[in-house]
């Protein structure tokens, strides 16, 4: 079945680090991906990483990736003001030749100063 | 990365009318378009999928008679919500991947449709 799991809402001062934890249901998901929504805007992707891999380190961006456990975490670092945002963690299926993304609830991110 | 634009951003209609929003890639040509709804402090619920020049793949519970969808050209798809109703105001969000297999999507801006 296909199912994205994430915590709903997540408050840290600013500087600190942010983790945003997701899990899935899919064993055959290729990529898992995390994406960033500012208010009234559109998707932006953040980062993504291929389902053969642990972790994948990209600026202030961690995305750890616990296959057995099916479990995916985003960390940011010294997080700012400006990273206040949803966070949407999705996983890929290939389903008919193409792939169709299932995505989580999202996870409001606030950053106090 | 690659730009998909997303026309209108917001739109007022009245109940019964037809609307018509358009998606587009800019700089390159999309095979596969994906449509979009999200309803406030939900996730985003994938409407349907369309392949250029083929009709369009619909989700289960989603009518494909009052969500037209038509993609024409490799860079362009649009989504007319006909006879539109109060109960259709959301945000449409579209988004393209370059060729089959490929990992990567982009997304549009979205557009807010308020239907009064």
């Known amino acids: 079945g296909e199912d994205v799991e994430q915590s709903l809402f997540l408050s840290v001062r600013e500087g600190d680090s942010s983790v945003i934890n997701c899990t899935y249901t899919?064993?055959?998901?290729?990529?898992l991906y995390w994406y960033k929504q500012e208010p009234g805007a559109g998707l932006q992707l953040l980062t993504y990483?291929?389902?053969?891999?642990d972790m994948k380190q990209d600026q202030r961006l961690t995305v750890l990736l616990n296959k057995k456990d099916k479990h995916l975490s985003l960390r940011i670092a010294d997080t700012q003001t400006g990273d206040s945002a949803i966070y949407f963690c999705?996983?890929?299926?290939?389903?008919?030749?193409?792939?169709?993304?299932?995505f989580g609830k999202g996870t409001m991110l606030l950053v106090s100063p | 990365g690659a730009v998909v634009s997303q026309h209108p951003s917001r739109v007022i209609c009245k109940s019964g009318t037809s609307v018509k929003i358009e998606c587009r890639s800019l700089?390159?040509?999309?095979?596969?378009m994906f449509w979009y709804r999200q309803f406030p402090k939900q996730s985003l619920m994938l409407m349907a999928t369309?392949?250029?020049?083929?009709?369009?793949?619909?989700e289960q519970g989603v009518e494909k008679d009052k969500f037209l969808i038509n993609h024409a050209s490799l860079t362009l798809s649009t989504l007319t919500v006909t006879s539109a109703h109060p109960e259709d105001s959301s945000f449409y969000i579209c988004?393209?991947?370059?060729?089959?297999?490929?990992?990567?999507?982009?997304f549009g801006q979205g557009t807010r449709l308020t239907v009064v």
């Open positions: 899919d064993s055959s998901s290729t990529y």
């Open positions: 988004s393209a991947r370059e060729h089959r297999g490929s990992f990567e999507a982009f």
């Open positions: 700089d390159f040509q999309a095979t596969t």
């Open positions: 369309s392949n250029e020049g083929s009709k369009a793949t619909y």
């Open positions: 990483i291929f389902s053969n891999m």
């Open positions: 999705a996983e890929s299926i290939s389903t008919s030749g193409y792939s169709t993304l299932t």
